[in-house]
């Protein structure tokens, strides 16, 4: 089963940049369209990003044209760049297949992004 590690999350004021990062491992990365999801507290979860194994992006409206997604299949990586933050945008942020499909993979820890106003 895929392993999922997410990284760089922190606290920014409000209109600075983040720039995380997911690790996978325990399976061919490449194949995979690969998303980023976050939770804010009371909230569900949901799909912020995705990327194509082609490079392909789609961005939810609340962040496009602030947020980029990207891959290095050759580091079985996928980064999210987020710019002009938003207060709003504070959640614990995820990756994993998009779209996910309930039972395939487990989740990660997540990484933590607060945005301060």
């Known amino acids: 089963q895929v392993q999922l590690v997410e990284s760089g999350g922190g606290l920014v004021q409000t209109g600075g940049s983040l720039r995380l990062s997911c690790a996978a491992s325990g399976r061919t990365f490449s194949i995979y369209t690969m998303g980023w999801y976050r939770q804010a507290p009371g909230q569900q979860r949901e799909l912020v990003a995705s990327i194509t194994r082609g490079g392909i992006a789609n961005y939810a409206d609340s962040v496009k044209g602030r947020f980029t997604i990207s891959r290095d299949n050759t580091k079985n990586t996928v980064y999210l760049q987020m710019s002009s933050l938003r207060p709003e945008d504070t959640a614990v942020y995820y990756c994993?297949?998009?779209?996910?499909?309930?039972?395939?993979?487990?989740w990660g820890q997540g990484t933590q992004v607060t945005v301060s106003s």
């Open positions: 994993n297949d998009a779209p996910y499909i309930l039972g395939s993979n487990s």
